[in-house]
């Protein structure tokens, strides 16, 4: 495992539940969450199949399940590492206008069921079929960095507030990795980090995390700064069959009206964010 990433005991201090040796699994809920979907009974069916494709995935793995992965496995991830200045000079050009980035919540209004402060903003590149050509091209050299990626599916900045706190929840779906690409961490060990599964990991300038949030996982920063990591789903590498159902399933996601609504907000955020800026331009140019 990466060393500069570091593991911390704290995870089984703050769980004494999760002591032992028994293999780390995954399940479908989380206790005292509700679940990140609606009850309908299309959405039931849905799930069941869906339930049954992960099961499939799990037996298809090509790198095993582990809840956090060794870099070396997907050797991009170091050329990734490589570039992060880059990608962090436009960042700051981002945050300049953080007060009007918009919350996790407002784009995905599933999420809600794990936030609904304003603690976690982000702004979208790409997210499941629909990419933001305005946002793109205000980050072209972090865009040129991510279209790299083998099988992505999402990338945008995920902007932590100081005081945030993800509860314990899993991700919808375990066809995905994520990866998170540290790009501006306070020196707060003590007070930041995530939780996967059994394990507690900091995040660090420059460096990748990449795990499996089909785990449950949680994360905080306890600081009084911001953090920001470069947030990241691509495909998990799945052998014949998996791997072709698993491409068909997220492309078929695209059509959700889960993925449907949350392009629709995007886009109503986005053409009010860049028109103030337009007008912001327009009010600076002499009379």
């Not at 490589?82 to 981002?94: F, M, S």
């Not at 050509?133 to 100081?162: D, H, Y």
């Not at 460096?207 to 996982?217: G, P, Q, S, T, V």
């Not at 600081?223 to 799945?238: A, G, Q, W, Y």
């Amino acid at each position: 495992m990466d060393t500069l990433i570091k593991h911390s005991p704290e995870a089984e201090d703050a769980h004494p539940e999760r002591r032992g040796t028994a293999a780390p699994s995954q399940t479908f809920e989380t206790p005292g969450i509700k679940p990140m979907g609606r009850p309908s009974f299309t959405t039931r069916a849905v799930m069941r199949i869906v339930a049954w494709i992960e099961r499939l995935n799990l037996r298809s793995a090509r790198h095993g399940n582990p809840p956090v992965y060794d870099l070396e496995t997907f050797p991009w991830a170091r050329d990734l590492e490589r570039e992060w200045q880059l990608i962090r000079t436009e960042l700051d050009r981002v945050l300049v206008r953080k007060a009007d980035l918009p919350s996790f919540h407002d784009i995905s209004t599933d999420v809600s069921t794990i936030s609904t402060d304003a603690g976690w903003k982000t702004f979208f590149l790409t997210g499941y079929g629909h990419t933001s050509a305005n946002n793109t091209a205000l980050c072209p050299e972090t865009w040129r960095i991510v279209q790299k990626i083998p099988g992505l599916q999402t990338a945008m900045f995920s902007i932590f507030e100081p005081g945030k706190h993800l509860p314990a929840h899993r991700g919808p779906y375990n066809g995905v990795l994520r990866l998170h690409l540290g790009l501006k961490v306070p020196d707060h060990p003590d007070k930041i980090a995530i939780r996967i599964d059994r394990e507690v990991r900091h995040w660090q300038e420059g460096r990748a995390l990449i795990f499996d949030d089909a785990f449950e996982h949680e994360a905080w920063n306890h600081s009084d700064e911001t953090r920001v990591v470069l947030f990241v789903d691509f495909n998990k590498p799945l052998r014949f069959p998996a791997n072709l159902i698993n491409a068909l399933l997220l492309r078929i996601a695209i059509f959700t009206p889960f993925i449907k609504e949350g392009a629709d907000n995007h886009s109503a955020w986005e053409k009010k964010f860049y028109a103030e800026a337009e007008a912001l331009r327009n009010a600076a140019k002499p009379q």
